[in-house]
Structures are given as structure tokens and as C-alpha cells.
């Protein structure tokens, strides 16, 4: 496995190739990129992220819709810890739920999230709402 890639040494500009690659998510590859130039030699770990769809597949991974949990990113993080203290406290300030609202309509707007993700999100607020 040795292919050619979109990464050039930064030491002296030669395409780089692809030594070797890892896994860690359907969404994370990890690869080793070599300089094939024979007078520099540099090699590099690349991380290659897939950060969010363009099109949906007709045919999707329901594993890579929902995402892995190893690899959430920060928004969600945050998204889930604001739902979560909302759920243990829903007394909490209609600031807060209203915060958590603009959050989930930002994310959407912004195409961070997909409508399914998006109602998910509102429904487990509505939920909240009605306690
Ligand atoms: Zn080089």
C-alpha cells in the first residue's frame, strides 16, 4: 500500500506517500506519510478527519449516522452535558432550555447536524419542558 496523497514534505515539498494507515473510526484515518525524496527521507503520523457529511449516502452506516462516542466532538459534548443537567435539575432557569434551543437550531443551521439529529436533540428538550 503505497499511494500518493494530497500532503507534500514539509522540509522539502515532495509529494508524500502513504506508508501506512489505521482505523481508529469509520470517520478517523491515522496514516504514516513518507517523503520520497532520497535526500530528505522525513515521514510524518497524519490524521485524516471526515468533520461532516456534504451528502448523505443512500445507504447509510446507522453506526456512523449516530457517531462514535470516542470521537464526539466538542459541540456535542457540550450539547449532551447541558441536556443532561438540564434533565437532573428541570427547574432550571428557561434561560438554560432556551440557551439549548438557540444551540440545536445553530448546530442544524450551520450543517453540524442533520434534521434527525436535530429533532432528537428537540425532543429530548421538549421532554425537559414538560416536567
Ligand atoms: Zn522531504
Redesign the pocket.
Known amino acids: 500500500m503505497s499511494k500518493s496523497i494530497g500532503f507534500y514534505?514539509p522540509?522539502?515539498?515532495?509529494r508524500m506517500h502513504v506508508s501506512s494507515r489505521k482505523k481508529p473510526s469509520p470517520l478517523l484515518h491515522e496514516l504514516i506519510v513518507q517523503?520520497r525524496?532520497e535526500n530528505?527521507?522525513?515521514s510524518f503520523a497524519a490524521s485524516l478527519e471526515m468533520v461532516r457529511p456534504i451528502q448523505n449516502s443512500i445507504n447509510p452506516n446507522p453506526d456512523v449516522q449516530t457517531g462514535l462516542p470516542q470521537h464526539k466532538r466538542q459541540w456535542e459534548l457540550e450539547l449532551e452535558h447541558q441536556l443532561k443537567s438540564l434533565e437532573l435539575l428541570p427547574e432550571i432557569a428557561d434561560e438554560q432550555k432556551n440557551y439549548v434551543e438557540g444551540f440545536i437550531s445553530a448546530l442544524f443551521h450551520a450543517s453540524t447536524i442533520d434534521l434527525t439529529r436535530a429533532q432528537t436533540y428537540r425532543q429530548r428538550l421538549q421532554q425537559i419542558k414538560l416536567l
Open positions: 514534505c522540509h522539502c515539498g515532495t517523503c525524496n530528505c527521507l522525513a
